[in-house]
């Protein structure tokens, strides 16, 4: 959600670039045609905590390759990284290890490619890998980001987000729905942080779920085509982790 910050002070050393990651949200910029932004999730760490229970998720090098179509839009195809679960209840260990799933999207934003408030993404998700991972079946789903800038250089952003995700069974899809709203703000010509809070709502026939989070995040652009970023995510329902850590980078070729 760092992307659209104006953090070109100094444009020759540290433009603007349009970066998916990282936050909850997601950008309403889209990549000039041509452009190919490669953004890679180096660590993602889930942790959920009960009284005689524990669970901890690691995702490696989770992987999405944004292209330049054309005028205000952009193609994402994804790769989830490689996970491995652990869940310990009592004495009782279930470990899980695989692939995650891809995922093709295209996003249109309506406006020029650096300044749309307003964007449409829509993707589709493909089984390709297993548990913790892999959902087991296609998904979809339609989201609107919204941006809208606030005085002394804040930015106020929202994700509202329509989905037909996987049951948990594997098999079959139900409706997910949410949103995610930010403020974001420049520090310095070349560091951008972010504060957001989301909620969706999961209706899995198996169970109803409420995943809401409070996140804060930062990207430091470190040269002209290189971000690394950071995300310290707080579980705020039931249905969502305790905390949640991730690091990781993009580069604009």
Known sequence: MLCCLPLAAHAEEAPDL??????LGTPTCTLEPGRVMVEFGALQWEHTAAPGARDDTITLADTLVR??????TDLQVGLGGWGHARSRSGNAVQTERGLGDAMIGIRHGFGS?????????AFVTLPIGRAPGGAGDWGAGVLVPIALPLPAGFQLELAPEVDAAVNGSGHGRHLAWGNVFGVSHPV???LGVTAE?????????????TDSRFALSGAWHAGRSLQIDFEIDIGLSAGAPDHAILLGFARQF
């Open 188 to 190: 310095g010509p070349s």
């Open 18 to 23: 349009c970066v998916d990651r990282p936050g």
């Open 113 to 121: 490619p650096d300044d749309a408030k307003v964007a449409v993404q």
């Open 67 to 72: 292209i330049g179509l054309g005028h205000s």
């Open 197 to 209: 809070i989301s909620a969706f709502r999961d209706e899995d026939p198996a169970g109803h779920t």
